[in-house]
């Protein structure tokens, strides 16, 4: 989700579906909030408002090598918006498909035992 008021967010999707939050530390790019359903988490948010963009909902799909992933589907006529960087979660990129529809990509990072 990207959103400027996180604290509004997270009050409405508490009240609405009983989400907690939870904050991991994004160094360099500040805070990013989890939300979660009971131990799991299910989406988030960096609340970095973008100028201009509503508060909106960003579809991410998990894949096992994003690398790959982006060089398929390039291959097959999407569009790469940010290519593959690191974050203490995991790789992303952000993508478009033929048509503009946008989402991102993610293979996340192990976490050690």
């Known amino acids: ?3 400027a008021d996180v604290p509004a967010a997270s009050a409405f999707y508490r009240e609405l579906f009983g989400w907690g939050t939870q904050s991991m530390d994004m160094a360099p790019m500040g805070t990013f909030t989890v939300f979660t359903l009971g131990e ?5 948010t960096p609340g970095m408002p973008v100028e201009g963009v509503p ?3 960003s579809t991410v799909f998990a894949v096992d ?3 790959a992933a982006v060089a398929t589907a390039t291959e097959s006529g999407g569009t790469a ?3 593959p960087f690191d974050t203490p979660i ?5 993508l478009s498909d033929p048509t503009g529809a946008m989402f991102q990509l993610i293979a996340i990072a192990q ?3």
């Open 40 to 44: 799991d988490g299910i989406g988030g």
């Open 90 to 94: 995991g790789r992303m990129a952000i």
């Open 1 to 3: 989700m990207v959103t």
């Open 81 to 83: 918006i940010m290519e």
């Open 111 to 113: 976490q050690p035992e």
């Open 55 to 57: 508060a909106h909902w």
């Open 65 to 67: 090598d994003c690398d």
